[in-house]
Structure formats: structure tokens, C-alpha cells
């Protein structure tokens, strides 16, 4: 089972910039697809971006195409995601996964470990 320790959540103005980043172990992470979550109270988890593990393609959610990039870098272990112009709607938990395979998916199901998750807030 991967260890996944998410970090780089706070608190953010509008319009504002984050970077996450997931640290992963195990010694096969490049084999494998990772995506980024979210759930905000009272919603159910949803599917933010992910990232092949083969060739590196992404793709995201429309809500944060243009915003959001999700990167990895296979020799650290790590996979990222850039926030810009974040909004008020951005804001909740953040969690990052491993996909099942090396493609990914947007479904949650597709993914088999799961970090703890970090706080993303955005005030108006």
C-alpha cells in the first residue's frame, strides 16, 4: 500500500495562488496515474485533475480548466497541482489518489490510496 502525504493547503484571498504537492512512497510511482480530488461540506468528492503515468497527459474538470495544472515529477515521488485565480467556490479539502493503473480515471473508484487530505480556503 502507497503512502500519500498531501501538504501546501491554507488559507488564500480570491484571485490568489496555491501549490500542492503529494509525496508518494514506494518505488514504482511512475507506473502509475495520480489524480486530485476535492469535497467541500455537505458535497460529494469530486474529481479535480489526473495525470497519466506512461506519458504524462492530463486532464481536468471543467470547473478549473485554464486555473488548475497538475504536474508530477516521477523522481521525487510527487505529483502537484497549481492553483491560480482560485475562487470561493475552490475551497475544500484536497485530496490526492493512485490511480489503479497508469491511465487514471475521473471516477474516485478507479483509485486505490488516498491521502489525508489538506484544507484549501478562499476568502472573498
Known amino acids: 500500500q502507497v503512502q500519500l502525504v498531501e501538504s501546501g493547503g491554507g488559507l488564500v484571498q480570491a484571485g490568489g495562488s496555491l501549490r500542492l504537492s503529494c509525496a508518494a512512497s514506494?518505488?514504482?510511482?511512475?507506473?502509475?496515474?495520480m489524480g486530485w480530488f476535492r469535497q467541500a461540506p455537505g458535497k460529494e468528492r469530486e474529481f479535480v485533475a489526473r495525470?497519466?503515468?506512461?506519458?504524462?497527459?492530463?486532464n481536468y474538470a471543467d470547473s478549473v480548466k485554464g486555473r488548475f495544472t497538475i504536474a508530477r515529477d516521477n523522481a521525487k515521488n510527487t505529483v502537484y497541482l497549481q492553483m491560480d485565480t482560485l475562487k470561493p467556490g475552490d475551497a475544500a479539502v484536497y485530496y490526492c489518489?493512485?490511480?489503479?493503473?497508469?491511465?487514471?480515471?475521473?471516477?474516485?473508484?478507479?483509485?486505490?490510496?488516498w491521502g489525508q487530505g489538506t484544507q484549501v480556503t478562499v476568502s472573498s
Open positions: 514506494g518505488r514504482t510511482f511512475s507506473s502509475y496515474a
Open positions: 495525470i497519466s503515468g506512461s506519458d504524462g497527459r492530463t
Open positions: 489518489a493512485r490511480a489503479r493503473n497508469y491511465r487514471g480515471s475521473v471516477y474516485d473508484d478507479q483509485y486505490d490510496s
